[in-house]
């Protein structure tokens, strides 16, 4: 399913970046690249703020809606 | 000397490191891009002074990854390649290590002597981690330190190992998996003589933007041994974080860690609340307004609460046969209690009143007993002290508007603020991330332009640059209190409000300027929001009372070179015939009042230009004033006034005779018009084409006139109305359908 619909406070772990590649690049150097485990702190309209490694990332709803996760 | 270039992620301690070894005081913030430029200071070891024995220090803008993102990322990368530091030291911020190492493996590829430095040794400690730096080392290869910035602790070491390190060449190392392409691509580049061949290697597989542009034939030859583009940067980027995951896990012992970060968690539940949020950011920029410039305190005086004349001042000075009571009004005056920033404003004063006033009191006082001429008690007191106090009054409520927003910029509550607005700033047409440089624009426009830096796309950053202006800085917040002065002598309009509605003003001018931009000529897909949010902490007192004072500082340099050579000037020309004869105090046939009455015209149609009448020249002399600084609105309009024998602005509006529209168009073009030379010449450093840069000057300049002709005709003529609101209807509409067109269009080429 797609970040932006994924449940709030459960391990969630990543197995698809989809968007352009200077985007994908950039998510990939802040932790959110395939197999990494992240997870959702708060959910505002489709942009999600993420627990990715010992970091916090807010992202906006069209970023969250390309990352796809499983639980 | 020994170079070093700090390099690493945004907001992991850099900036405080490099003060800490300096003893610099660059600005710290508590959100990713606060350093956009790069700058050097020198370190030396204790007990040594002399320059050869000093360390050179490069304190780079912080980067996630050396494939830049953001103009300010590309600094960094060419610094260290094409700058040849003797050393890098990579800081990292120690509480995240994980994701800080993603870069540490790309440096290091580079042909450079590393250093790691593990940052936040304390808050690290704080949280329970425990890092075993000698397996860190022994992984990667180089020296790992622990230090804390903050706290000072490890410095010294640190140095000591970073000037040994220098002196070891160092080949590039890659952790990647052992494969022939890289080999191969590394050998294409040592062919050609390019220096740190491996990391361009990777770099031109990963089908990287900058290295396609910069080595363009190496690059396209090794396009051609592999087409995979995309699939093998994801690829590459795995592979890095399998290399560093292991690592960190035998390198960190977590188990005494304690939860990271419910403590910002919890407030951000609070503070980024979704009917909250929005309201509590708008409860606090409302206080930080009322505390910095109100004279009437909780609004008290406006309910009733009698304050008869106000405080009547302890001192009584008698000069030149003349009364002065300095600190009248320090605690309270007529209207009600004074708030912090009114009564620091008061206490520093003009030229009459607070402590600058005592000073020039007792000047003009020194001039009478020498029996001075009166030319020369006019040139000191009503010429030069006169402007330069004026201004010199306004800085401790300026420092006061700057330690509240540097308060909320050191919290961390910036980031969240941006990533609140980011979805209203979408439909707007920028991201969220605009927020930071146009909010820093209320303290001064040119960090703030520069700022933008950390904007990914062009034409946000334009759209950004052009609007920032009309954020109100500190010294604009000067003349706004003159006007709100003189409009509520006139009207009995509170001055409070006032203000606060040409803030507002402002802000509604960037609004639909942003929106008309998008839909026009800086039409594209708003640029994605991602931003780190740091956790919360409390400001470093320290780094917050050394920067307030670095800007108080500013305004006062400022006040005494461009604003005293400004003022002079302004008094000489204003106070001699062009047969070079003194004119004294109302009396008309200066020099400035013949340049004045050529400019005066142009602002007729904003009710302050024939209109005006024979003095009306003055203020068409402050508004052009006001485009070498904005202070020198607020100091000529002073200087002037003792020339013209007046008091003050309101002085000047009577005896002009303007209405009180024409003043508050006076207000409107002084505000929205092109700002300060300092800020125009960042324009032009920062704008990529001479075309960008004409086109913003006249933007800001056709605004101007016509917002301050549609204020003036509205104010005064209210029936105009019935023709403005039709032609803006028309306006929006021709918008909208231009809109829909090129929205058709734009579709129908996708």
Same mark, same amino acid.
């Given at each position: 399913m797609s970040l932006s619909l994924a449940p709030k406070q459960t391990p969630l772990r990543i197995v698809r970046v989809q968007t352009d590649e200077r985007i994908a690049k950039h998510l990939a150097s802040l932790g959110i690249v395939e197999g990494e485990s992240v997870e959702i702190v708060q959910v505002r309209a489709g942009s999600t703020v993420l627990k990715v490694k010992r970091g916090r990332l807010a992202l906006d709803a069209a970023v969250s809606k390309g990352i796809e996760v499983v639980a | 000397m020994v170079k070093v270039a700090l390099a690493g992620n945004p907001n992991c301690g850099k900036t405080t490191l490099y003060n800490s070894l300096t003893g610099a005081t660059a600005y710290v913030g508590n959100w990713p891009g606060v350093t956009v430029e790069k700058r050097s200071g020198t370190y030396y070891f204790k007990g040594k002074h002399k320059k050869e024995e000093g360390i050179e220090i490069v304190d780079l803008p912080g980067i996630y990854s050396l494939s830049p993102f953001t103009p300010e990322e590309i600094v960094s990368r060419n610094h260290i390649l094409n700058e040849h530091p003797d050393v890098v030291v990579n800081v990292v911020d120690g509480t995240n290590l994980e994701r800080n190492l993603y870069m540490t493996t790309q440096i290091l590829e580079m042909d450079v002597p590393v250093v790691v430095a593990i940052n936040m040794a304390d808050a690290v400690e704080h949280s329970g981690l425990r890092i075993d730096t000698k397996a860190l080392s022994e992984a990667l290869g180089v020296p790992v330190v622990l230090v804390s910035a903050l706290h000072r602790k490890g410095l010294e070491n640190l140095m000591q190992i970073t000037a040994e390190t220098a002196q070891k060449p160092r080949k590039g190392v890659s952790f990647l998996e052992k494969d022939e392409l890289i080999e191969k691509a590394r050998k294409i580049y040592e062919s050609r003589e390019i220096g740190s061949a491996l990391f361009h290697a990777v770099k031109a597989l990963e089908g990287d933007e900058l290295e396609a542009k910069e080595n363009h034939d190496a690059f396209q030859e090794i396009q051609n041994l592999d087409k995979r583009g995309k699939d093998y940067s994801k690829a590459i980027s795995t592979e890095r974080y399998q290399f560093i995951t292991p690592l960190c896990e035998k390198a960190i012992d977590e188990s005494e860690a304690q939860a990271a970060f419910s403590r910002s968690d919890k407030v951000d539940r609070v503070l980024t609340h979704r009917v909250f949020g929005p309201i509590i950011f708008a409860a606090i920029l409302f206080l930080i307004f009322h505390f910095t410039f109100s004279a009437d305190l909780f609004y008290l005086g406006a309910m009733g609460v009698p304050f008869g004349e106000g405080y009547p001042g302890f001192i009584v000075m008698n000069i030149g046969g003349e009364e002065y009571r300095p600190f009248a009004g320090l605690f309270y005056s007529a209207d009600g209690i004074n708030s912090i920033g009114e009564f620091f404003h008061v206490l520093a004063g003009d030229n009459e009143t607070g402590i600058v006033g005592c000073i020039c009191l007792g000047f003009k006082q020194l001039l009478l007993n020498w029996n001075s001429p009166e030319w020369v008690i006019s040139m000191f007191y009503d010429g030069i002290l006169n402007g330069v106090a004026a201004v010199l009054g306004f800085v401790p409520q300026i420092m006061i508007l700057y330690a509240f927003f540097s308060i909320l910029e050191d919290s961390g509550y910036m980031a969240r603020v941006a990533f609140m607005l980011d979805r209203l700033f979408r439909k707007l047409g920028v991201s969220g991330r605009a927020f930071i440089p146009m909010i820093m624009g209320f303290g001064c426009a040119v960090p703030a332009m520069i700022n933008t830096r950390t904007l990914s796309s062009d034409k946000e950053r334009t759209k950004t640059l052009r609007v920032i202006p009309f954020f109100t800085c500190g010294a604009k917040a000067e003349f706004l209190a003159i006007i709100a002065a003189a409009v509520a002598a006139a009207i009995n309009f509170d001055a409070g409000v006032f203000t606060f509605l040409m803030y507002l003003l402002g802000i509604v001018v960037a609004i639909v300027a942003v929106v008309v931009m998008s839909k026009t000529t800086q039409r594209e897909k708003v640029p994605p929001f991602i931003m780190e949010l740091p956790s919360y902490h409390r400001p470093q007192i320290r780094a917050l009372l050394i920067h307030i004072w670095d800007k108080g500082k500013h305004f006062i340099q400022k006040a005494f070179t461009i604003i005293l050579v400004s003022t002079i000037i302004i008094w000489f020309l204003a106070s001699f015939?062009?047969?070079?004869e003194f004119i004294g105090e109302g009396t008309s046939g200066s020099i400035l009042e013949m340049i004045g009455c050529l400019i005066q015209p142009i602002f007729t149609p904003l009710g302050f230009?024939?209109?005006? %009448?024979?003095? %009306?020249?003055a203020l068409s002399v402050a508004t052009i004033q006001g485009l070498v600084a904005k202070e020198n609105v607020t100091a000529t309009i002073e200087t002037l006034g003792g020339v013209l024998g007046v008091a003050d602005f309101a002085g000047i509006v009577k005896l002009t005779g303007i209405s009180t529209g024409a003043v508050v168009a006076f207000g409107v073009f002084n505000l929205l018009t092109i700002p300060c030379f300092a800020s125009v010449a960042t324009l032009k450093a920062e704008t990529s084409s001479k075309k960008s840069f004409w086109l913003t000057i006249a933007f800001w300049f056709g605004t101007s006139y016509v917002l301050g002709i549609l204020t003036f005709l509205t104010l005064e003529y209210v029936w105009t109305l019935s023709i403005t609101l039709p032609l803006i209807a028309v306006g929006v509409v021709a918008l909208i359908l231009y809109d829909r067109h090129k929205t058709k269009q734009e579709q129908a080429a996708a």
């Open positions: - | 015939t062009p047969r070079w230009g024939v209109q005006a %009448g024979p003095s %009306g020249w």
